[in-house]
Structures are given as structure tokens and as C-alpha cells.
């Protein structure tokens, strides 16, 4: 029995750190390739540690230690929750860089790709730097905070193998994906708008000119009106992104609520 209670404990750990790491794979700031594999691993089992007495107990201990089934799928559940939670934050983050996507192939700059920090893919330039530009951001007023906090409540939400996969769960996520796509549509709105009156004012001249090279003179002014627009849309899209942070917060509420069967 002395031996039976301590290894309750280590498998409620094992089982914290797992749904924690989930979040780590895929969250802004913590899934980014640069963040070593080890810090990640050995931050998700102190902050499992320090949550270890609040957190209620599993009642089918006997079951999870007679069965390595029914241990897996206690560390696939967990895996599940820190996975969504951690998914729920990158789609705001997903959300800027299909903007910056859209603004790049408006400018032309579609056709040049630099490497992205966090998803260690490569994107177009425009797209990477106001994803720079969101990360500097989102560490600034505190977000990854946020992030630790929404994991340590999910305890709270969702007791250790509570999770389960339901409709309102699948209808949670295509709602918040079209959101994304909105969002993305919202921050490029001025650059591809003023992008696209000047390719239709390039096409009127076109046809009045024939003898115009619409192609050389279209390219750099295209490229100026696209940094002019940036530029004037810069101190409105700080405000905006920070909008979109407490937007990703509450949805991460929004989330724990419906995985605890609150909404």
C-alpha cells in the first residue's frame, strides 16, 4: 500500500506533463523550432509538479496499472487536450500570416520566401515580418503568461482522462477556422485594396495607352504604394493584433468551457 500511493502520484504527474507538452508542440512561443526539446520537456513536468496537489486524482487508477490499453489512452486524451488548447492560439497567429500571404502576392513578393522562426517552413516576406511583428507583441503584453495560465486551469476544467471528442468540440473548430480566414481577410483589407484600385487604374491606362509598358512601370509603383500602405496601416495594426490576442484568450476560454461541458 506505502508503494501504491507514490505511484499514483508519478503516473497524475506523467499524465500533467503530457497534456502541458501538447500545448508546447503547437503554442506561439513555446512550439517554435528554436526552443529546445529538453526546456519544453522539463518546463511541462515543474509546472506539472507545482499543480500536482490541486489537481484531482483519477478514479480508475486500479484500471490505468492493470492495462497498458488503458494507459495509453489516458496519455492520448491528455496529449488531445494540450494539443487543441495549443491549436485554439497558433490559429490567430495562422490568421496574420495568411494576411501578410495576401499582401505578398498582391506586391509580388509571393515568388520570394524567407524562413520562419517559428514553424521552421518557409513563407513570403511580408507574411514573416508581421508575424515577427505579432510574436514581439504578443510577448509584450504578456501573452505566453496567458498561455500557461490556460493550461494550468484546463486541470480545473477538465479533470486528468475527462476529455472527450463531441460535435460541439468539431463545431468549435470550423467556426474558429472561418474565423481565421476573416481575420486574415481584415488585416490585409487596406494594402490589397489600395494594391487592387492600382491594378485597376493600371488596367483603364492599358487599354487608353497601348503604347505604355504596363508591366515596367506597374512593378515599382505597385511596390511603393504596397510599403506606402504598410507604413500608414503600422500604428493601427499594433492596436488590432493586441485586439486579436485578447480575442485568442477568450476563445481559449470559450474552449476549457466546452471541454468541461459548461456551454
Not at 31 to 49: N, S
Amino acid at each position: 500500500m506505502d508503494f501504491a500511493v507514490p505511484l499514483e502520484q508519478i503516473a497524475k504527474l506523467l499524465l500533467m506533463a503530457v497534456r502541458i507538452s501538447g500545448m508546447f508542440l503547437i503554442a506561439p512561443i513555446f512550439g517554435m523550432r528554436g526552443v529546445p526539446v529538453h526546456f519544453k520537456i522539463g518546463l511541462a513536468f515543474f509546472m506539472g509538479l507545482i499543480a500536482l496537489p490541486g489537481v484531482p486524482s483519477v478514479q480508475e487508477w486500479s484500471a490505468i496499472f492493470g492495462s497498458p490499453i488503458w494507459l495509453l489512452l489516458m496519455v492520448v486524451k491528455e496529449l488531445a487536450v494540450g494539443l487543441v488548447i495549443g491549436y485554439t492560439a497558433t490559429l490567430v497567429f495562422s490568421a496574420i500570416q495568411v494576411a501578410g500571404q495576401f499582401i505578398d502576392l498582391q506586391i509580388g513578393f509571393s515568388i520570394v520566401n524567407v524562413m520562419d522562426p517559428q514553424t521552421g517552413f518557409h513563407m513570403p516576406i511580408i507574411g514573416s515580418f508581421k508575424n515577427l511583428l505579432a510574436l514581439l507583441l504578443f510577448l509584450g503584453i504578456d501573452g505566453h503568461y496567458g498561455l500557461i495560465t490556460a493550461i494550468m486551469q484546463s486541470f480545473q476544467f477538465v479533470p486528468l482522462g475527462g476529455f472527450t471528442f463531441t460535435e460541439g468540440l468539431l463545431e468549435f473548430f470550423f467556426k474558429s477556422f472561418s474565423v481565421m480566414f476573416l481575420l486574415a481577410l481584415k488585416i490585409s483589407m487596406p494594402v490589397v485594396a489600395a494594391l487592387f484600385l492600382a491594378d485597376v487604374g493600371f488596367a483603364i491606362m492599358a487599354r487608353t495607352v497601348p503604347q505604355m509598358n504596363i508591366f515596367v512601370v506597374g512593378l515599382p509603383v505597385k511596390l511603393l504604394l504596397g510599403f506606402f500602405m504598410l507604413i500608414l496601416t503600422m500604428p493601427f495594426l499594433v492596436y488590432f493584433f493586441q485586439d486579436l490576442f485578447f480575442l485568442m484568450f477568450r476563445q481559449v476560454d470559450a474552449l476549457l468551457q466546452l471541454l468541461g461541458g459548461r456551454l
